[in-house]
């Protein structure tokens, strides 16, 4: 009876949230579009050869708020940082940006390693939707003065990780490339971020 009941459950969660991510793909003009995600966050991510040390809190330090397991991305929101809000070409330090993050319970609304690697899945499992990613980083608002960068890329910033081959913190990020959704390290100390490199969080 119990698992019965648990089975039921699970169905009425799963025709929610399908409901929910149609009705959030018509708000971005993507009837249809698949855009639902689903990671084990109790496994610890796959790091590239080159990390040394991994800079971040893992799920088990982070008490509140905590990221879903099962989320559709059309609900994530981006932040752009202090002189990243402008859209006049000017910007904010990484180290800043994550120093804000950390100070303020954001950082655990951060989306991860994990998150970035499931997105790139998504699109590559469905690559005729890849204009819910154009979409959800607002490329139709793309500031002229920055049009010479041509792309939007979002940051995951609730991953950092140090680099043994030069001692600097990195975060991943995500961007079209040839019409692919493309994974990206970025170090925090050697570029400024703008209008253009939002903060993915949930």
């Known amino acids: ?4 009941i648990g089975v039921v459950l699970l169905v009425v969660i799963l025709m929610m949230s399908s409901a929910a991510s149609s009705a959030a ?3 971005l003009g993507c009837k249809g579009c698949y855009t639902l995600v689903q990671i084990d966050r109790a496994t610890p991510p796959i790091y590239p050869d080159w990390v040394v040390k991994v800079v971040t809190p893992s799920i088990k330090e982070i008490q509140s708020p905590r990221l879903p397991e099962f989320y559709d991305i059309t609900a994530v929101k981006l932040l752009r940082y202090g002189k990243q809000k402008n859209m006049n070409n000017q910007g ?3 180290q800043d940006i994550y120093n804000y993050l950390a100070n303020t319970d954001l950082l655990g609304r951060a989306l991860t390693l994990q998150d970035a690697e499931a997105w790139i899945k998504l ?8 204009k819910i990613f154009h979409q959800l980083a607002a490329v139709d608002q793309f500031p002229p003065v920055l049009a010479f960068r041509e792309r939007v ?4 910033w609730g ?3 140090v680099s043994k081959k030069d001692g600097l913190e990195y975060v991943p990020c995500l ?3 040839h019409g692919q959704i493309v ?6 100390t050697a570029k400024t971020w703008y209008w253009d490199q939002p903060a993915a969080l949930f």
């Not at 890329?153 to 995951?156: Q, V, W």
């Open 1 to 4: 009876m119990t698992r019965r």
């Open 25 to 27: 793909s018509r708000k």
């Open 92 to 94: 904010e330090r990484g």
């Open 123 to 130: 699109f590559e499992e469905n690559p005729q939707d890849i």
């Open 153 to 156: 890329t979002l940051f995951f």
């Open 159 to 161: 991953t950092i990780v």
């Open 175 to 177: 961007q079209e490339q």
């Open 183 to 188: 994974l990206r390290w970025s170090p925090l």
